[in-house]
């Protein structure tokens, strides 16, 4: 996905797109402990023999090349490449992609509105946008980006793709893609744009049912949810219920997501983080100051909830203060902190597993709704367009993870049927329009307003008793 945070923060996100942040307690370096020991003394002198090892090779490159070499290309290229090793959520930033993590915490910045991720070494779209120039050139959850201009994208890391795909506002970008539903590749020029993303967006849906849709945790999210909520409340007969679509809501800053999820719940555990650091097992707490009770909540959620939205799906689920409905969700459950370094750039490194107020860990697992619905345009679960964490190389093991099972797709164009075995090209599915028919919500509204009635029965009979 297009990355989103801001150095040093702590990022519980996707995004790849998406995630970020409180204050990093990694400022500068991340060696901790007491390297005198004879444990630590012998990782030391293997890392500084693997350091010699490098520093002579980069010595016969530098000498003995065909062509006289960039050494700071080379440290670089190097750095990308150990990096890559790691989890697909860890990388280099150079001194300007810094800066563009830096800005998508603000909610604006120069591109299509897509969130990517790698699938069999090709980028993959994890979900347009709202309201972007990839949503409405019609770009679909599953598709595969093959070529960017002219080159191909195969093993193309995110972050160069994201370098690739964002420029000025205003200028063109010509993306091919593949599309199970289609024949061949299809391409597209699309102009990039301003992508200003509104974090929160609420209406009524009458009888006292609210509707908060949290399209990512950005830094005044936490704000704009109470507002909304204190909007409801004022309404005439208040606020009997409450939906929060997290659907395809790729993360972002954790403390915002910490203090939404603290609006609801009144005690207790909401997240707590672990890891090999003892600074980095972190526990995070509800407040009973300020806290939202007396009305029922569902939330909804999809594949593409991820990391700060299953954080906050988690822990209502846990604390059974909210019904869970729609798809299970993306199932990032990683911690990652960016640590700036001496030249300007940093290292986005992936420092911890967070898990919900029960104990689960929900890496590569997703959160499993209590409703299941599907959206009537997502393929069943399993379908090889639904791309989720478990689906990504290199990413982080789940607990108790199996090894995936190959998912055969036929080839588009092929397919046989009762046409007596001649090719068929299968149609485009519509792009869903803003008020299409959206069963996932229809369903918890009718959900809330059943409550609602039996909560007003049982009443009267109590009374009457």
Do not use: C
């Not at 080379?74 to 563009?100: E, F, I």
């Not at 679960?381 to 982080?396: F, S, T, V």
């Amino acid at each position: 996905m297009e990355p989103t945070g801001a150095a040093p923060r702590r990022t519980a996100g996707r995004k790849w797109l998406g995630t970020v942040l409180i204050v990093a307690v990694f400022v500068g370096g991340f060696v901790v402990g007491d390297l005198t020991t004879s444990r630590h003394a012998a990782q030391a002198n293997v890392a500084y023999s693997k350091l010699k090892l490098f520093g002579d090779v980069l010595s016969i490159i530098q000498s003995s090349y065909v062509e006289e070499v960039n050494i700071d290309n080379l440290v670089r290229g190097a750095v990308n490449g150990m990096v890559q090793t790691l989890d697909p959520h860890s990388s280099y930033l150079t001194p300007d992609m810094l800066k563009q993590v830096e800005v998508e915490t603000k909610g604006a910045f120069g591109g299509l509105g897509i969130e990517i991720g790698v699938k069999d070494g090709l980028l993959t779209v994890i979900a347009p946008i709202e309201d972007t120039p990839a949503a409405r050139a019609g770009l679909q959850a599953g598709d595969k980006i093959i070529k960017i201009e002219n080159e191909s994208t195969k093993n193309m890391n995110v972050m160069d793709a994201v370098k690739r795909l964002r420029g000025e506002p205003g200028s063109k970008v010509t993306i091919t893609v593949a599309r199970e539903s289609l024949p061949e590749p299809k391409a597209y020029t699309l102009t990039r744009d301003i992508i200003k993303i509104k974090s929160v967006k609420s209406k009524s849906m009458g009888d006292g049912i609210g509707y908060i849709r949290l399209t990512q945790f950005q830094q005044d999210s936490h704000q704009e949810v109470d507002r909304a909520l204190q909007g409801f409340l004022k309404e005439k007969g208040g606020m009997k219920g409450l939906v929060l679509d997290l659907r395809n809501n790729p993360g972002g800053l954790l403390d915002q997501a910490v203090r939404i999820a603290d609006e609801f719940i009144e005690s207790g555990l909401i997240v707590y983080t672990d890891g090999r650091v003892e600074a980095q097992k972190m526990k995070y707490v509800a407040h009973k100051e300020g806290t939202y009770t007396g009305f029922p909540i569902v939330v909804l959620v999809n594949a593409g909830s991820a990391s700060a939205s299953e954080i906050v799906a988690g822990a209502l689920q846990d604390h059974g203060r909210a019904i869970i409905i729609g798809q299970r969700t993306f199932g990032k459950a990683s911690v990652q902190t960016i640590l700036p370094l001496e030249d300007g750039s940093a290292l986005r490194l992936t420092t911890a597993r967070y898990y919900t107020p029960n104990g689960r860990s929900i890496q590569a697992k997703g959160i499993e709704p209590d409703i299941v619905v599907s959206d009537g345009r997502e393929p069943p679960d399993g379908h090889a367009a639904m791309l989720r964490e478990k689906d990504i190389e290199r990413h982080l093991k789940g607990e108790g993870e199996e090894p995936p099972t190959p998912v055969v797709v036929p080839k588009p164009g092929k397919k046989e049927d009762r046409n007596g075995g001649k090719k068929e090209t299968p149609t485009e599915p519509e792009v869903r329009k803003e008020d299409a028919k959206d069963p996932q919500l229809d369903r918890a509204v009718e959900l809330l307003k059943g409550w609602e009635i039996f909560k007003s029965r049982f009443i009267d009979r109590k009374k009457a008793s």
